[in-house]
Nanobody, 121 residues
Framework: QVQLVESGGGLVQAGGSLRLSCAAS????????MGWYRQVPGKQRELVAS???????HYKDSVKGRFTISRDNAKNTVELQMNSLETGETAVYYC???????????????WGQGNLVTVSS
């Protein structure tokens, strides 16, 4: 069973920084893409940033220049460094892994448990 465990959420003032981390476990052979999504109540979950196993990154336009996604393929971890956070970015942030191969099993995607990030004014 592949699991994603997140850490690093919490409370920060507007303009501050937080770093989210996510570790995938479960005898993983490969993970195609890993990313971070966020969701606020009443709205759809949205992609914040993603990174492929080759290091190609993609960012939501509003976070470009402020957020940085990084990945360690050997450790099956992904991190999101968030700088200059804005109050409107308060949300539950979810780690995501796509096209995961673990032994004989293949998963289209797996999700972390979600971590609340609160940005205060």
């Amino acid at each position: 069973q592949v699991q994603l465990v997140e850490s690093g959420g919490g409370l920060v003032q507007a303009g501050g920084s937080l770093r989210l981390s996510c570790a995938a476990s479960g005898s993983i052979f490969s993970i195609d893409a890993m990313g971070w999504y966020r969701q606020v109540p009443g709205k759809q979950r949205e992609l914040v940033a993603s990174i492929t196993d080759g290091g190609t990154t993609h960012y939501k336009d509003s976070v470009k220049g402020r957020f940085t996604i990084s990945r360690d393929n050997a450790k099956n971890t992904v991190e999101l460094q968030m700088n200059s956070l804005e109050t409107g970015e308060t949300a539950v942030y979810y780690c995501n892994a796509e096209r995961v191969i673990s032994g004989p099993r293949r998963y289209l995607e797996r999700w972390g448990q979600g971590n609340l990030v609160t940005v205060s004014s």
